[in-house]
């Protein structure tokens, strides 16, 4: 049962980073930063949805984690790419 609550408070603390990248995205004073938040946050997203899946003994969860780890890469190498002009 401790294992159970651990785990809990991993979820917690990477809700709250979540929600402070999330923060930066909506408030960034640039759109590099807002990039790079975006960025930690489907990282966050990433790593939430893996211990989702342990905590949960669901591994369709991990394949979700690691199809949304592609696609979120693609798309912030995309975004990059037009905000510098090369897109």
Do not use: C, H
Not at 6 to 30: N, Y
Not at 69 to 86: H, N, W
């Amino acid at each position: 049962m401790m294992e159970f609550s651990f785990l809990q408070a991993v979820v917690s603390v990477i809700t709250f980073a979540f929600l402070l990248s999330f923060l930066r995205v909506v408030k960034g004073p640039t759109a590099g930063d807002r990039v790079v938040a975006l960025d930690a946050a489907t990282t966050i997203t990433t790593a939430l949805l893996v211990i989702l899946g342990v905590i949960y003994n669901r591994t369709w969860l991990i394949d979700v984690a690691i199809i949304y780890a592609l696609l979120s890469f693609i798309a912030v190498i995309a975004i990059a790419r037009y905000l510098e002009g090369g897109l």
